[in-house]
């Protein structure tokens, strides 16, 4: 089971977690895509005859959104038609602070991506991004069930070839985190998206530059959050 210890120093704290592997969402996690996925779903809203229709819902696959909004006989129409415009649209689109530095600390076969975009739009906005692709990354369009499931999780410490349960899942929407814990694994959320009163995490940060990581003499990674 992941192994989180808290340490106190006046008025900060540091909270420790000793893993085998990371589990990063991508959108609101590591790049910041909050404007331009505003932007196409407010697009599609007004293509698809939603009045009014304001996009505020994040860290759900598409699929899941366009079944609660739309009926059955339009949403592969309106599936093909969020893809082409959010792929389309990536102005703006940057990696969040932290970042690459957290990214450049870990060993490749010790982290991958877990995330709501499919295949093509994960690769349109790490793109935009510059962001590159971890391996054994894992997206919406290779699992039946999108978070809050945990498949997704379960699927990549399966891919890493690790025990969730000594997995940190580091996500920015509540869905996500809903997800991690439903995986077993420790969770860690990062604001932006959403307010800390909405994310039910283990620990919660305001960035990913809060967060050092070291290797242990057991040879696991111990991830060092300050808060």
């Known amino acids: 089971m992941t192994n989180a210890s ?101 060993p490749a076969e010790s982290w991958t991506i877990v995330t709501s975009c499919t295949s093509a739009l994960a690769a349109a906005r790490m793109g935009a991004a510059s962001l590159g692709q971890p391996e054994h990354m894992v997206t919406a369009d290779q699992i039946t069930t999108g978070k809050p499931s945990p498949e997704g999780f379960l699927l990549a410490a399966e891919r890493l070839g690790v025990d969730i349960a000594r997995c940190l899942v580091v996500e920015d929407a509540p869905a996500g985190i809903s997800a991690g814990k439903a995986a077993g694994a420790g969770t860690l959320a990062v604001t932006g998206t959403y307010g800390s009163n909405s994310l039910d995490a283990n620990v919660v940060v305001e960035s990913l530059s809060q967060i050092a990581v070291s290797r242990t003499p057991m040879g696991t990674l111990r991830v060092s959050i300050n808060n």
Do not use: C
């Not at 996925?37 to 229709?53: D, I, Q, V």
């Not at 959104?65 to 093909?80: C, G, M, P, Y």
């Open 6 to 106: 808290p340490e106190r120093s006046g008025h900060e704290s540091t909270t420790h977690f000793d893993v085998q592997a990371i589990l990063f969402d991508l959108d609101g996690t590591l790049i910041d895509s909050t404007v331009a996925t505003e932007r196409a779903w407010t697009s599609w809203g007004g293509l698809m005859g939603l009045s009014g229709y304001r996009h505020t819902v994040h860290g759900l696959t598409a699929q899941s959104l366009v079944n609660e909004l739309i009926a059955e006989s339009r949403r592969a129409e309106a599936l093909e038609l969020i893809a082409r415009l959010e792929i389309q649209d990536t102005d703006g689109i940057q990696v969040k602070d932290g970042v690459r530095e957290l990214l450049q600390s870990l």
